[in-house]
């Protein structure tokens, strides 16, 4: 009775873990409404983010650290701004929660004449986003997941060290500029890059103009595959970057329900293990 008791009481501990470790590693997923994107820094190279969903960041020092983008409009001009927050709830209303805000915006601001530098990178569509915030009753009931991917990147690595990221399909963005070695010499590369889903399926195409018509390289990875995604000498990291396909255009509710089953399992079988100590 007592080596099943001590078996019980450590596999209870065990899942009590494990949903501890959902809840502080992952994003809130119950907040995947994104419409419009914009394409902002993660490390070395730019990727095309929905608004309006919490993300994880790039950050070295932590792996709690995530972002948040929302658009609006200033002075008639439509500007995104960044919310970097310490937590994966990120919620807006809570100013003690919010780490740092960051307006990024493709015109000059009038008002701040050091705000002349506009990153090369920088690209964002906010038409649906203001367009949903001026009509939100009218919207109540539409279905505002499509266009939209989930790449769990770094994927060969355990929780928390994952970074799950919500991109825009189908949206030709810069993605890096990196020193390439050419023979006895090196060059400054530049890679445009369109990321898409189709099913299970997640492509991304590397090209080598603005337009993202000289097509370089194409991969696709599937829904459950955790596979090499970008290699170093296109990102400029000093590691290739695996990721694996979470979500494709209105999957969402399938991802949640398969996640949120997976929770409702551990938290059934804690409750055995906790009976049977009882």
């Known amino acids: 009775r007592k080596p099943l008791r001590l078996i019980c009481r450590n596999m209870a501990k065990l899942f009590s873990a494990l949903l501890a470790l959902n809840a502080v590693c992952l994003p809130n997923i119950d907040a995947l409404n994104g419409y419009s994107y914009v394409v902002d820094t993660w490390g070395e190279i730019a990727l095309p983010f929905r608004t309006e969903v919490c993300q994880h960041a790039l950050a070295r020092s932590t792996v709690n650290e995530f972002s948040l983008y929302t658009c609006r409009e200033s002075d008639n001009v439509q500007v995104v701004d960044r919310m970097t927050f310490e937590d994966n709830e990120c919620d807006v209303d809570s100013n003690d929660t919010i780490a740092k805000i960051t307006t990024l915006r493709s015109t000059p601001d009038v008002n701040d ?3 002349t530098m506009i990153p090369s990178y920088l690209k964002y569509d906010c038409e649906e986003d203001i367009s949903w915030q001026n009509n939100a ?14 790449v769990h990147a770094i994927c060969d690595l355990e929780p928390p060290s994952q970074r799950y990221l919500h991109l825009a399909n189908d949206v030709c963005f810069l993605l890096s500029n990196t020193t390439v070695a050419v023979g006895n010499s090196t060059q400054l590369r530049t890679f445009y890059g369109k990321l898409s ?14 337009e993202c018509s000289s097509q370089v390289v194409s991969r696709t990875i599937d829904i459950y595959d955790c596979v090499h995604w970008l290699y170093a000498n296109e990102t400029g990291f000093p590691f290739d970057l695996n990721a694996r396909l979470g979500r494709c255009d209105d999957s969402a509710a399938n991802s949640w329900l398969r996640w949120n089953f997976m929770n409702f399992s551990i938290l059934i079988v804690s409750s055995v293990f906790a009976f049977l100590l009882a």
């Open 113 to 115: 004449s050091s705000s």
């Open 137 to 150: 009753d009218e919207n109540a009931e539409q279905d505002i997941d499509i266009y939209m991917m989930t």
């Open 197 to 210: 889903c189709s099913g299970n399926t997640f492509t991304t195409v590397l090209y080598s103009d603005s």
